[in-house]
């Protein structure tokens, strides 16, 4: 099977993937789209109130306006990432964009909550259509220290996408900006978005598409029907008590990802070309980081969560108050990534192990402060940023060091893909751990903070089956 590049439509003969094209300005784009695509998946969690008294939404109909994005994310990112190989990743960022930005203006004016839901769903459609293409332009665009800077700056903005959600929904509900309400925290991306589009065409530089092959439709349908099957019992099983086809869909997708890979081996044997090619598997950085961002990532979601719930139902803080805490997780984010490549340097993959040894020591702190004021909390919350900012921002750097630009926007797919299981699997294990414990939702906090500890150190011990450098 031929797999010769050509050139994206508007770019000339020999000029598919010239990496002295990318600039900061095609690094700006690139990161103000998963930006607004991270910030989303977290900043409609402030805005729940707001929704049900305004559109009449009941428990279940909210929980799937959050569900519905994740679910959509989660099933469709390895796919997205296999169309930006096929038909060029400039291409589909640039529809992934458009398309989140148009469902961004239909929840925005979402005149009932099924309308709502349905538009979430699409915004996570098109999140899973753009989120791969980064990370795959990034790869092919910048070489040596660029590129290492770009992979930094990458984790800085996926970071502070779910760092600063809660504060960023917060003020935009608060400041209530002609009377829009919650709808301000969807209708903020379409300007935003708009702008990004206009600017892609000149900034973001055209890389190759592959040439005589098609999309691998049997592996599509089994890889987003064992994703879904995943990924919906670990969202919804928790809230519904874990009924019995919360365990039949886990089972079914144990047997369709089987199949899937199955799959995928055989068509890669007759020379075909798979959605996830299974020579991916074969480099050791790109193995075992897929398996250490999943269990890095049980410790993300869960954490951002369970804080705010502490804070908003134990401290009895506004959404605008607990978000302004935020901030302490922040910068210690914020300082910790941008000093994050010149550690990577140093320490290769320790710099994974440092910055989860000092997040488990940041929740330790967490522990020991929630008997005393709100302040005793900000030392904790910094220290646990800052181990965020160690291991996110050179994540991707040190799992996509080795792979080719071939299969650059795939791959990331199915990092992705990682983390975001990652994030519902955490949701789901600490949930239990925070709703069984005993007592307020203090010694619920203090009790979830013993998983999230394990999980930072197993990803500790996970480093070090990464390659040295």
């Not at 790869?139 to 984790?155: D, I, Q, S, V």
């Not at 530089?205 to 092959?213: D, E, F, H, K």
């Not at 340097?345 to 967490?366: E, F, S």
């Amino acid at each position: 099977m031929s797999h010769t590049a050509i050139p994206e439509a508007g770019s000339r003969p020999g000029e598919a993937a010239r990496p002295h094209a990318a600039s900061t300005g095609t690094l700006l784009v690139l990161l103000t789209g998963i930006f607004i695509t991270t910030l989303d998946f977290f900043i409609v969690n402030v805005a729940i109130p707001d929704i049900q008294a305004d559109l009449g939404a009941g428990t279940t109909a909210i929980q799937w306006v959050v569900a519905g994005f994740g679910l959509a994310l989660g099933g469709g990112l390895i796919t997205g990432g296999r169309l930006g190989d096929l038909f060029g990743r400039r291409r589909m960022y640039a529809l992934g964009l458009a398309v989140f930005t148009a469902a961004s203006l239909a929840c925005g004016v979402a005149p009932s909550p099924g309308t709502l839901i349905a538009a979430r769903v699409v915004q996570g459609i098109a999140a899973a259509l753009l989120m791969p293409q980064v990370l795959g332009i990034i790869n092919a665009a910048f070489t040596g220290e660029r590129r290492t800077r770009a992979f930094t700056a990458y984790g800085l903005a996926l970071g502070l996408g779910g760092v600063f959600g809660q504060l960023i929904g917060g003020a935009l509900i608060q400041a209530d900006v002609l009377g829009s309400g919650w709808r301000s925290i969807f209708l903020i991306n379409v300007p935003v978005g708009a702008v990004t589009l206009a600017l892609v065409r000149r900034t973001v530089p055209s890389q190759a598409a592959a040439r005589n092959t098609r999309l691998d439709a049997a592996g599509t349908v089994l890889v987003t029907l064992g994703l879904v099957a995943l990924v919906l019992p670990l969202i919804e099983g928790r809230r519904l008590g874990w009924p019995a086809w919360t365990w039949e869909s886990l089972a079914a997708a144990a047997v369709l990802l089987a199949a899937f890979a199955v799959h995928q081996r055989r068509l890669d044997r007759r020379g075909g070309a798979p959605l996830v090619a299974p020579a991916l598997f074969r480099e050791p950085a790109f193995r075992v980081g897929s398996g250490l961002a999943l269990v890095y990532t049980l410790a993300m979601a869960s954490f951002f969560l369970y804080l705010a719930l502490y804070l908003q139902q134990g401290r009895g803080l506004s959404a605008l108050e607990s978000g302004l805490l935020f901030v302490a997780l922040g910068a210690g984010y914020l300082a910790a990534s941008t000093r994050a490549t010149a550690v990577a340097a140093r320490l290769g993959r320790q710099v994974l192990a440092l910055g989860a040894l000092i997040q488990a020591a940041g929740c330790l702190l967490l522990m020991d402060a929630l008997g005393h004021g709100i302040a005793w909390l900000i030392p904790g919350l910094a220290l646990a940023g800052a181990g965020m900012g160690f291991v996110v921002a050179p994540l991707s750097a040190l799992v996509l060091s080795g792979v080719t630009d071939r299969h650059a926007a795939s791959a990331s797919g199915v990092l992705a893909t990682a983390q975001q299981v990652g994030n519902a699997l955490g949701v789901a294990v600490v949930g239990i751990v925070f709703y069984g414990a005993a007592g307020g939702v203090p010694d619920a906090f203090r009790a979830s903070l013993v998983p999230l500890i394990a999980f930072c150190v197993a990803t500790a011990a996970l480093a070090q089956l990464l390659p040295r450098r």
